[in-house]
């Protein structure tokens, strides 16, 4: 406990120096624009924005990036709430009882149940990564390559099993994405592998590529045929309007409890990210209460609940991702990457040779948080007015941006070229149902997966049993196989349904009276 304050006493040392505190000021605010765009999000802004962080100190950029991530996470309530859009998927469980309450003339109350249940759920993963994180370098300082692996494999088979859409889709995609690591030279031999006697390609496909291919190009020719109408009926809220009463307040109060519980819970296992925590508070609030059947009609404990467990998952994902190096969904993987190119590996020993950048990023939670509340208030119906902007002149601007950026990184037209076509193939992929998430975690994880792989072959002279006589590898690959058992048994059990669902349509159309009287003729 001490060891730990006195840490973070020094992480706010880092970060309120004034370029710190600048840069993660900007991340929380673009953070909260991004988040009322539709078809941005934090992806597509920290692809767009990773260029720019080559020339800024490592400590700077991860806390600008940093900000981004949860910060968007403020701005995707307010649509979902003041407008029933849900411009991200872990809000789209918030529109549910948000708008309902916006029609009734309580926006202004949901907003401010928003704003509280966001900041518990935000100190409590603050709180966890304090504590948490340290005690998981300790153990993991113990692993050697078999469980380091090991470890890993579970990590990509969450990451693309637990992902939205088909498990088998999302295998598919991380095994794409390994192939993507796998091109460039080899480190040990100095092979070429995949290149295609393309020599740009010797040192292997650009991060920065491939994450504004897919979520740059790609998604945004995704949604720009999706923009609709946006209804600013109910828009139109005040600050006084924002203040729950006690009563409210009371009401919400145990489900933000138990939402920021749930939250954290989900971003200890890799994969899930908070669109899966949101959605199981929404569905755990509702098992807990006496009175289901509000739920969907304006009901308080129907925001305060995802909502906290979405800002108490974010924080919390940043947990394996720092402390592991194992991210849990594709923003911390790109995050993980962001730090990879500054030179820095993260993992157990992040903490101890980075503490600037591990308690400075720490510190810089608790500013950014304060001050999303602090900007969030005077600014909506600034944001509002920012979905008025046509997507004709959006998405130009942004994919100008892209393409500055990506050559910017190595002054290198091919890339430009590169990021072309993956965001054409993410985008076929994305109209065929695959979704392009998991071929980043591949891609991320790949190289470090299979180095270790190589490392543990070597010390057991080929053996592959190493991996299951040691018990910490034997512990984690027992878990992927009762994954992927639950994966299958779920799959089945969800076909066995349909089937006898359809099956009861059948029977229900062939008995019907007006069907007995065509056969009686």
């Not at 939205?164 to 796998?182: C, N, Q, W």
């Not at 467990?309 to 947990?319: E, K, L, R, W």
């Amino acid at each position: 406990m001490e060891t730990a304050l006195t840490d973070l006493w020094y992480g706010f040392t880092v970060a309120i120096e004034p370029h710190n505190l600048m840069y993660c000021f900007l991340g929380v605010l673009i953070g909260n624009m991004v988040g009322v765009l539709p078809g941005m999000g934090p992806l597509a802004t920290i692809s767009i924005l990773l260029p720019l962080t080559f020339g800024i100190k490592p400590v700077g950029a991860i806390l600008m990036l940093s900000g981004i991530f949860y910060g968007s996470q403020y701005g995707g309530a307010i649509c979902s709430i003041l407008l029933n859009l849900p411009c991200h998927p872990p809000h789209a469980v918030t529109c549910l009882d948000g708008f309902p309450m916006t029609k009734q003339g309580r926006g202004g109350v949901a907003l401010g149940i928003t704003v509280i249940g966001s900041f518990i759920g935000a100190s409590w993963g603050i709180t966890e990564m304090m504590f948490l994180a340290p005690l998981l370098v300790t153990v993991a300082l113990k692993f050697g390559p078999a469980e380091v692996c090991s470890l890993m494999l579970l990590g990509l088979l969450a990451g693309s099993t637990l992902a939205r859409g088909s498990p088998l889709k999302g295998v598919a995609m991380t095994v794409l994405g390994l192939v993507f690591g796998l091109v460039g030279s080899d480190l040990e031999t100095g092979a070429e592998r995949l290149t295609f006697g393309f020599t740009e390609l010797s040192d292997g496909i650009e991060l920065v590529a491939l994450a504004l291919g897919l979520f740059g190009i790609a998604e945004f020719m995704n949604s720009v045929n999706q923009a609709s109408a946006i209804n600013t009926t109910y828009s139109n809220v005040k600050l006084k309007d924002m203040r729950p009463s006690w009563a409210e307040f009371k009401w919400a109060f145990p489900a933000m409890i138990r939402g920021t519980i749930v939250g954290s819970l989900c971003s200890l296992i890799p994969g899930t990210g908070p669109t899966i925590a949101s959605f199981v508070a929404y569905a755990t609030e509702k098992k807990v209460a006496k009175n289901p059947q509000d739920f969907g009609k304006g009901e308080i404990r129907g925001v305060a609940a995802p909502e906290a467990s979405t800002h108490s998952s974010v924080q919390g994902d940043f947990i394996p991702t720092m402390s592991l190096g194992i991210p849990g969904d594709a923003v911390m993987a790109l995050l993980l990457g962001a730090l990879m190119i500054q030179g820095i590996v993260p993992g157990p020993q992040l903490i101890k040779e980075h503490p600037d950048i591990f308690w400075g990023l720490i510190a810089s939670f608790w500013i950014g948080n304060i001050l999303l509340v602090l900007l969030n208030v005077p600014l909506i119906s600034i944001w509002v007015k920012m979905l008025m902007i046509p997507y004709k002149y959006l998405y130009p601007s942004a994919l100008f941006f892209v393409c500055i950026g990506v050559y910017a990184a190595n002054n290198d037209f091919f890339q430009v070229g590169e990021v072309i076509v993956i965001g054409i193939l993410g985008y076929v992929l994305m109209r065929l149902g695959f979704q392009p998430a998991p071929i980043l975690l591949g891609f991320v994880l790949g190289p470090r997966f299979e180095e270790n792989f190589r490392r543990a072959m070597l010390i057991s002279r080929g053996d592959l049993m190493t991996f299951i006589e040691k018990p910490i590898s034997a512990f984690f690959l027992a878990l992927c196989v009762i994954l992927i058992g639950a994966q299958i048994f779920f799959r089945l059990r969800g076909s066995k349904k349909d089937t006898a669902a359809a099956e009861a349509v059948v029977d229900q159309s062939l008995s019907s009276p007006q069907l007995q009287r065509v056969n009686a003729k």
